[in-house]
């Protein structure tokens, strides 16, 4: 279904941060659009605030004057809500209550015309629940923009029950033609991004309770081998801990306390101390003038390496083989089962066993796991765990090989899986289940983690680059270690494998 046309009046209730965003982006997009807010003062508030926002573009050489001055025009304020009668979209961007929310919408429906859309910004609330009880259910859909939303790409447009498909298509057309990366998904718990999401924050939370590494080592290693912009710790501490513990709180009653969403006790606790993150000054890291920034681990080694040996392939990790080359290394390659030998030490690449029974069930000694890297070609560190009676001189060996490339080595304890390769393996598992439950298609769960949280790749798309016979592989040997439900793999992971066959073919 088409766009709404630029001549249909918007009409944005809420004047907050979230409303206001979402108002700006319809006014640039060349709708007029009412801004409405029950406290007085507030919608003409936040039209200056716009003004002054575009201003500051303007004066950086980031937007035409011309072009601040007509969305500028394009916005006013309401003084009562039956100013919004002849809306052809209403957004509200109000609190997140479904009380609220419902009264909101049974007076719009009574207000607008049959055919004015109602559009809901909630990022946690049913859909199905919000529209249910109106005699024109068909007409509500989710319209979740991000924050904040002139900048961020991606708007979920979320069909509840009885959502009509040409009201969602109609939506998903608009939010493209406004310059977004809209995607379609079900009303479910988390929607698509705030539920496959819970598995980037658990991992590195549930490692630093096990004493795998401190908080600054993991967020490197998410950020320099996974390629991650800011690891848990940091983006938990930017998000505020009481909203982010908050939404796993949510996502996790709602699927009835499947451990898979399972909160941590570790942030609960900074919850519970106000240590709150940037916005209370202190979280999992300090942001006050005195504080100075945790630095990452790092093994250093200057062993002479001149010839290492590649046993096969190394999978994901063959990248890592011409890096090897290009620092001057010898290289002999021959048949064998994804090993690299470098002296005395035995490198592999995790698959979610725990170096020391992996080290036990093939037999290797002074066997030293790698972790995964997005890009082997270009990561500057990779984390590293190895077997007990591992000697320190192949431990050294492998350091000063990586250190020849440039690479960083952190040490974490002997853990199923290291960080980044449970941590995607868990997004990907996530991702898998929402595909097979139609939450999302596989191309939009992946728009959707890329374009919301910046991924450097989809969940799925990833895990197609890795094999998804090793992600499955190190889903059964995490939750084989562990023992819990957490790490179960999703059917349709396991059905592809069965099939031959990858997520996106």
């Not at 509840?160 to 310059?179: D, E, F, P, Q, V």
């Not at 596989?442 to 910046?454: E, R």
């Amino acid at each position: 279904m088409r766009a709404l046309s630029t001549e249909a009046k918007i009409a944005v209730i809420g004047a907050g941060a979230m409303g206001a965003g979402i108002a700006q982006v319809a006014a640039q997009a060349g709708h007029s659009v009412t801004l409405y807010d029950m406290r007085d003062g507030s919608a003409a508030q936040a039209i200056d605030a716009i003004d002054r926002q575009l201003g500051k573009r303007v004066e950086a050489g980031k937007l035409d004057a011309d072009k601040r001055t007509a969305t500028v025009a394009r916005l006013k304020a309401a003084d009562s809500i039956e100013s919004l009668a002849d809306s052809g979209l209403v957004i509200e961007a109000i609190v997140e209550d479904l009380d609220v929310k419902r009264r909101l919408l049974t007076q719009l429906e009574a207000l607008c015309s049959a055919e004015c859309i109602l559009a809901s910004n909630t990022s946690s609330l049913s859909v199905t629940a919000l529209a249910a009880g109106l005699q024109h259910p068909e007409r509500v859909v989710g319209m979740h923009f991000f924050n904040p939303a002139p900048v961020m790409a991606l708007v979920e447009v979320v069909s509840g029950l009885a959502t009509s498909r040409a009201t969602a298509r109609c939506i998903h057309s608009t939010a493209a033609a406004w310059g977004k990366k809209p995607v379609h998904t079900r009303s479910t718990p988390g929607f698509i991004v705030n539920r496959v999401a819970r598995p980037f924050y658990a991992e590195s939370l549930r490692a630093l309770q096990e004493g795998v590494a401190d908080c600054a080592t993991l967020d490197a290693l998410m950020r320099d081998a996974g390629a991650f912009r800011m690891g848990a710790f940091e983006l938990t501490d930017l998000i505020g801990h009481d909203v982010n513990y908050a939404v796993t709180y949510s996502v996790f009653n709602a699927y009835y306390n499947d451990m898979r969403f399972q909160p941590s006790l570790m942030q609960k606790e900074l919850v519970d101390a106000g240590h709150l993150g940037r916005k209370s000054g202190q979280g999992f890291y300090r942001y006050d003038a005195d504080a100075e920034k945790p630095r990452a681990d790092e093994l250093s080694a200057d062993s002479p390496v001149e010839t290492c040996v590649v046993e096969g392939s190394l999978g994901v990790a063959d990248g890592l083989i011409e890096r090897i080359k290009a620092a001057g290394i010898t290289v002999i390659q021959r048949d064998g089962r994804g090993l690299l030998r470098v002296g005395d030490a035995v490198v592999a690449l995790s698959d979610g066993r725990m170096a020391c029974q992996r080290s036990q069930e093939e037999g290797q000694a002074n066997l030293i796991l790698i972790d995964l890297a997005k890009d082997y070609a270009n990561a500057s560190r990779l984390g590293l765990s190895y077997a007990k009676g591992t000697s320190s001189e192949a431990l050294d060996q492998v350091v000063s090989l990586l250190a020849k490339c440039e690479i960083k080595a952190s040490l974490l304890a002997d853990t199923p899986g290291l960080i980044v390769l449970r941590t995607v393996a868990m997004l990907a598992n996530e991702a898998a289940d929402a595909a097979l439950h139609n939450v999302g298609s596989a191309a939009d769960i992946d728009l959707a983690m890329c374009a919301g949280l910046n991924y450097p790749l989809g969940p799925l798309a990833w895990a197609d680059q890795i094999g998804l016979p090793a992600v499955l592989k190190t889903l059964i040997n995490l939750q084989g270690a562990y023992g819990e439900e957490r790490y179960r793999p999703s059917l349709l992971l396991r059905r592809h494998v069965a099939q031959g066959s990858r997520f996106h073919d």
